[in-house]
């Protein structure tokens, strides 16, 4: 089993940062991708960013070069420093992870609980 818990959101002007965070636990044989997304009222879920193990990260358009995605792999946690915050990004953060829990397994999606994030004046 694996269990991830997220911290950090909450209520912010825009123009303020947030800093996210995601930590897994549990037992795998590897964690290959980390990410986060997120989903407004009334709307779909949709990937903010997301890193593999090693890899470069990858960022949803409205967010690049604000938000910054960064991973402690000796933690196994997964940060979203979240700068220049806009009404619009307003929703609930969920973390992601595809666990490979066996040698020869397919990876598994796991999620957060999900975070509130608040962007107003």
């Known amino acids: 089993q694996v269990q991830l818990v997220e911290s950090g959101g909450g209520l912010v002007e825009p123009g303020g940062s947030l800093r996210l965070s995601c930590a897994a636990s549990?037992?795998?044989?590897?964690?290959?991708?980390m990410g986060w997304y997120r989903q407004a009222p009334g709307k779909e879920r949709e990937l903010v960013a997301g890193?593999?193990?090693?890899?470069?990260?990858d960022y949803a358009e409205a967010v690049k070069g604000r938000f910054t995605i960064s991973r402690d792999y000796a933690k196994n946690t997964v940060y979203l420093q979240m700068n220049s915050l806009k009404p619009e990004d307003t929703a609930v953060y969920y973390c992601?992870?595809?666990?490979?829990?066996?040698?020869?397994?397919?990876?598994?999606?796991?999620w957060g609980q999900g975070t509130q994030v608040t962007v107003s004046s």
């Open positions: 992601n992870t595809k666990v490979r829990r066996y040698r020869f397994t397919t990876p598994e999606d796991y």
């Open positions: 549990g037992s795998w044989f590897g964690i290959g991708y």
């Open positions: 890193v593999l193990s090693g890899g470069i990260p």
